[in-house]
């Protein structure tokens, strides 16, 4: 074979090599994007319920708790950049090994590894007087009403499933909004149940 013939196909491998990685990487992009919320952007909910079946199979398998925290802002969703300021409050609050993200229009959601019912409780009050802080201190106004939060908590002994967590943190929530709202309320994660659940 003479050389000008190899070069060719060598060059042929090559471009179709990088072809290749180009539709990958798009293929990655386009994931990506459907893992962000677009307006608050943390991660999205068809990412966080994803991240929270990695984390049951986790706390399972080693043996470490984990919480749930279902943090409810009303109206937030309505009011166009309070969306990504709440969600900024938030990531500032929580450690870099939690997975903080939007669950639906008023909704927040933490995914607070290695932490106990206790440590759960402790991380929803200062999410929430974060909040206040950044409403009250920063933008000179005040905070929206009635930031509620719901916790579970699951212990590695009781097992339980994605679906059970969120209806968990969910029933919650409920409590949370029947005693008023701007409280936080927590339900220990059972096994999956009909419970109440999230939008």
């Known amino acids: 074979m003479d050389d000008g013939l ?9 471009v179709g090599l990088l072809c290749l990685l180009g539709v990958v990487a798009l293929a990655s992009r386009a994931r990506w994007r459907g893992s962000i919320d677009p307006d608050a952007g943390v991660w999205s909910r068809a990412h966080l319920e994803r991240r ?6 986790r706390s399972s398998r080693t043996g470490v708790p984990f919480a749930f925290l279902v943090l409810e802002v009303p109206g937030v969703g309505a009011r ?4 990504a300021e709440v969600a900024d409050a938030l990531r ?8 903080v993200g939007r669950f639906h229009e008023d909704a927040f959601v933490v995914i607070a590894t290695a932490t106990d019912g206790h ?3 402790a991380l929803a009050g200062r999410l929430r007087s974060g909040l206040v802080i950044q409403y009250v201190h920063e933008r000179r106004s005040l905070p929206p009403s009635a930031i509620s939060v719901g916790v579970t908590q699951l212990e590695p002994s009781r097992k339980s499933t994605p679906d059970a967590i969120v209806a968990a943190a969910g029933s919650a929530l409920e409590v949370a909004r029947g005693r008023g709202g701007d409280c936080v309320v927590l339900v220990p994660a059972a096994a999956p149940s009909n419970d109440v659940a999230l939008p």
């Open 80 to 83: 166009g950049r309070d969306v």
């Open 52 to 57: 929270l079946s990695e984390e049951v199979a």
């Open 6 to 14: 190899t070069y060719v196909i060598e060059l042929a491998g090559a």
């Open 119 to 121: 440590g759960a409780l």
């Open 92 to 99: 500032a609050t929580c450690r870099s090994s939690d997975v």
